[in-house]
C-alpha cells in the first residue's frame, strides 16, 4: 500500500506540474480584456520553454480581447526554431502584437532581431541595440562552413520577408544576419528597423495610441491611453520548462533517471525509483531538443548502464564497473557538442551516480550468486550430525531442524553428514568430507 500511493503522489504531482500554467496564468481575471494592455515579459535565451510561454500569452490575449499584447524583450538570442514559433504566432495574432525592446541597457541580438521585425509595432528603449543576428552554433561557435551558407542563406531570405511585409528595411536585415553588425536604438529608428525609440513603458503607451497598424482583417488603430495594464507572468510550468533548458540540469536528470529505472530492474517492485526515473528521463528528452546533443556522449552513456548491468551476470571482478566508469566519464564529457557541463557539477555527478551503480552491482552480483538459505535448496551442502544410526535410514539434525535421512553407507550417532539431496521430506547424505558443519 506504501508503495502504491508513493506511485499515485508522484503521478500526481507529475501531472500538476504539466497543468499549472494554464491559460490564466499571470491573469487574476476572467473578464472581458477589451480595454486592456497585456504586457509579456520575455528574457532570456529563446529556447522552447520561452517560446510556449509567449504563445500562451498571445493566445490569453486573443481570448481576452485585449486592445493591444506588448511583448518587453531582452534577449541574446537563441533556437531558430523556437524563434521561428514565436514570429508565427505574432504573425497570426488576431490581437496587434507591439514588440518593445526594453528596459534601457537591453537587447535584441541575434533570434531577437527577428522577433522585433516581426512586431506589428517594433519599439526600442532608449539605451538598447540590436544587431548580431548572423547564426550560430547552441555554443556560440560558428558553423561549418558549407553548412553555413545554407543556414545564413535560409535565416537571411526568411528574414528578409518579414522585414518587407512590415515595411521595414529588409537591407539592413539581412546585413544583420549575414555581417553581424549591431546597431543602437537611434539608428534602428533612422535605418527604419523599429518604428520607435521611447524612454520607457509609460512613453511607449502614450506614442502607441491612435497609430494604425496593418492586421489580417484590415487596418486598425491603436487606442492605447487610459487602458489597464495587465502582465501576464510566467507560470509554475513556464519556470520549471526554462529550468529544465539549461544542460547542467539536462545532465542531473538523465542521470537520476537512468539510476532509477536501473535500480527498478535490478530490484524489480520497488516502483518508486522507476517512477521517478521516468519522469526524470522524459524530462531530459524534452531538454535536450533545446540543446546540441553528441549522440555518440548519449550512446557512451547507455553502453556504462549496460556495463553495470552486465557486471551482476557475469564475473569480471569489477572490470566492467571500471568499463562502465570510463564510458560514463567520457560520455558525460561528450554529451553536449557545443556547450559543456560544468566540471563542478559533473565530477561530483559522476562519482555519486557511478558509485551508486558499481554498489547496486555488486550487491545484486552477490545476491544472484548467493547459496540459498531457505528452503529445500537451502538445505543442499548443509553438514548436519547424525542422532540416529542412519543404515540405511536414520535421523540427522541439520538446519536447526530433524530429519529423516537415508545414506548407502552406515552411519552412527555424532558422525558428520553432509546432505546431498532432497525428496519430500527425506534427505539423502553422505559422510561429511569437510566438517565445519552448518547445523
Known sequence: ?????????????????????????????????????????????????????????????????AAVAIIRLDTPGGLASSMRSIIKAILNSAVPVVVYVGPRGAGAASAGVMVTVAGHVAAMAEGTNIGAAHPVTAGGKDIEKTMSEKVVNDMAAYARGIAEEKGRNSEWVEKAIRESVSITAQEAREKHVVDLVVRDMDHLIQELDGRDVMMPRGKVTLRTVGLERVIYKPGFRDKVLKTISDPNIAYILMMIGLAGLYFEL???????????????????????????????GLILILLA??????????????????????????????????????????????????????????????????????????????????????????????????????????????????????KGLTLRVRKALNESAHT
Not at 496564468?25 to 532570456?44: A, K, T, Y
Not at 525509483?273 to 540543446?291: E, H, K, M, N, Y
Request: net charge negative.
Open 1 to 65: 500500500m506504501a508503495k502504491l500511493r508513493a506511485l499515485w503522489l508522484t503521478l500526481f504531482l507529475f501531472i500538476a506540474l504539466f497543468r499549472a500554467g494554464g491559460p490564466a496564468d499571470g491573469l487574476c481575471s476572467d473578464d472581458d480584456g477589451v480595454g486592456r494592455i497585456v504586457i509579456i515579459e520575455m528574457e532570456g535565451p529563446i529556447n522552447p520553454g520561452s517560446a510556449m510561454y509567449v504563445i500562451r500569452g498571445l493566445e490569453r490575449a486573443e481570448e481576452m480581447k
Open 305 to 422: 548502464i549496460i556495463f553495470f548491468i552486465a557486471e551482476v551476470k557475469v564475473a569480471s571482478y569489477g572490470i566492467l564497473s571500471i568499463g562502465g566508469l570510463i564510458s560514463l566519464t567520457l560520455g558525460s564529457i561528450m554529451l553536449f557538442e557545443d556547450l559543456r557541463v560544468s566540471l563542478r557539477l559533473m565530477l561530483p555527478t559522476i562519482l555519486l551516480i557511478g558509485g551508486f551503480f558499481v554498489v547496486v552491482a555488486g550487491l545484486a552480483f552477490r545476491a544472484y550468486h548467493m547459496r540459498p538459505r531457505g528452503g529445500t535448496e537451502g538445505l543442499m551442502g548443509d553438514v548436519g550430525e547424525v542422532r540416529e544410526t542412519i543404515d540405511p535410514e536414520g535421523l540427522i539434525f541439520v538446519h536447526g531442524e530433524y530429519w529423516r535421512a537415508i545414506s548407502d553407507e552406515r552411519l552412527e550417532p555424532g558422525d558428520k553428514a553432509e546432505v546431498t539431496g532432497v
Open 266 to 296: 535490478s530490484h524489480p517492485g520497488a516502483i518508486f525509483p522507476g517512477v521517478i526515473g521516468a519522469i526524470s528521463l522524459i524530462l531530459a528528452f524534452f531538454s535536450f531538443q533545446t540543446l546540441s546533443v553528441n549522440y555518440a
